[in-house]
């Protein structure tokens, strides 16, 4: 379908999470770990999910350490979004803290989440993630990618994941993605190989290593 590749503003982050992110992730298993069904809580839980997820998009646009662009219908209405980050793990000291911590800043942690299991689940995918990057220097490590259901299987994630990975060969830097169930044949496209997986009770996690690609020389 016809659809344009945007950046994200601070602006755009609530519109991107109620449109894209929340309705794509709600069959995923970090999801379900998570939270409850979405249809089972009230309207004001939802909101305040939907405000917390939000405040964080919005947290990570102000900071400026993670890239994120938008893929928009012609009208200008966002169908998906990916970010991803460009790390010099040599000069990176990594934190492995609460996530809690993290995560709340000046904002409520929704009194919905599943705490113990939010907790767990960060802990096993962090753990898997060092294992994969360790003696790494440089990589690039994705971040978010989601595509609202409705749209999904019509090359949007492509158009997305295309664009960074021509950013990635430009530089030569490996990069590293823990994907959900949906997401692991888009990226064995792009190059993307499965080293190694994460099993939950909702669902398991594959982790995914694209290898660093020789830099184009000019001439």
Known sequence: MEATIATVQIPDAERIVRRIDLPAMQHGPLYRLMFPPWADMTEA????????????????LRRQTDKFLQICATDGTPLGFCGWAMENRRHTVTKSGNPVQHAQGRRLVPETLELSAWLSISRDLRKE??????GLGEVCRLTFMSV?????????????????CEEIDRLGWPAFVMAS???????????????????????????????????????
Not at 45 to 60: F, M
Not at 148 to 164: A, F, I, N, T, Y
Not at 185 to 194: E, S
């Open 45 to 60: 839980q939802q909101t305040e999910i939907v405000q917390w997820y939000a405040e964080g998009l919005r947290d990570a």
């Open 129 to 134: 993630r060092e294992r994969v990057l360790i």
């Open 148 to 164: 609202h259901p409705d749209h999904q299987r019509q090359g949007l994630g492509s158009k997305m994941l295309e664009r960074v």
């Open 181 to 219: 169930p949906a997401g692991v044949r888009l990226y064995a496209k792009f190059g993307f190989d499965i080293v190694g997986r994460v099993e939950t009770s909702e669902g398991e996690f594959t982790s995914m290593l694209r290898q660093s690609r020789p830099r184009c020389k000019r001439l």
